[in-house]
C-alpha cells in the first residue's frame, strides 16, 4: 500500500523559496513516477512537475521553469521540490502524486495517471 507524506510548505515574500518534500512509502525498490501538482483557490488543480523516483524524465509546466527544480532521492523514494524566485500566482495547496510503479510517466499531468495522493501542503506568497 503506497502512501505519500508531503512537508514543507510556508508562507514567504515574493522572491522567496521553499523546499517541498515528499516521502513515499510501500514502492519498495520499485521506480515509479511522482509528480507535484497544485491548486489554487476557486481553480483547476494543474501539473507542476514530475520524476522518476529514480532520478530523470524531469518535465515542468511552462509557468515554473527556471524557477522550480525537482530532484529524487531512490533510496529513500522521496521527492523534493526546491521552490525560488516565488510569486504571488504560485500560492496554492500542492499536492504530491505518485503513479504505480513501473510504469511509464505520463507526456502530459493528467491526474488520471497518478493513483497515489497526499494530503497537500499549503505555500502562500505575499
Known amino acids: 500500500h503506497v502512501q505519500l507524506v508531503e512537508s514543507g510548505g510556508g508562507s514567504v515574500q515574493s522572491g522567496g523559496s521553499l523546499r517541498l518534500t515528499c516521502a513515499a512509502s510501500?514502492?519498495?525498490?520499485?521506480?515509479?513516477?511522482m509528480a507535484w501538482f497544485r491548486q489554487a483557490p476557486g481553480k483547476e488543480r494543474e501539473g507542476v512537475a514530475r520524476?522518476?523516483?529514480?532520478?530523470?524524465?524531469?518535465m515542468y509546466a511552462d509557468s515554473v521553469k527556471g524557477r522550480f527544480n525537482i530532484s529524487a532521492d531512490g533510496d529513500k523514494s522521496t521527492v523534493y521540490l526546491q521552490l525560488s524566485d516565488l510569486r504571488p500566482e504560485d500560492t496554492a495547496m500542492y499536492y504530491c502524486a505518485a503513479a504505480q510503479p513501473w510504469i511509464m510517466c505520463p507526456s502530459k499531468f493528467n491526474m488520471r495517471d497518478f493513483g497515489y495522493w497526499g494530503q497537500g501542503t499549503q505555500v502562500t506568497v505575499s
Open positions: 520524476i522518476y523516483t529514480t532520478g530523470g524524465s524531469v
Open positions: 510501500g514502492y519498495g525498490r520499485s521506480r515509479a513516477c
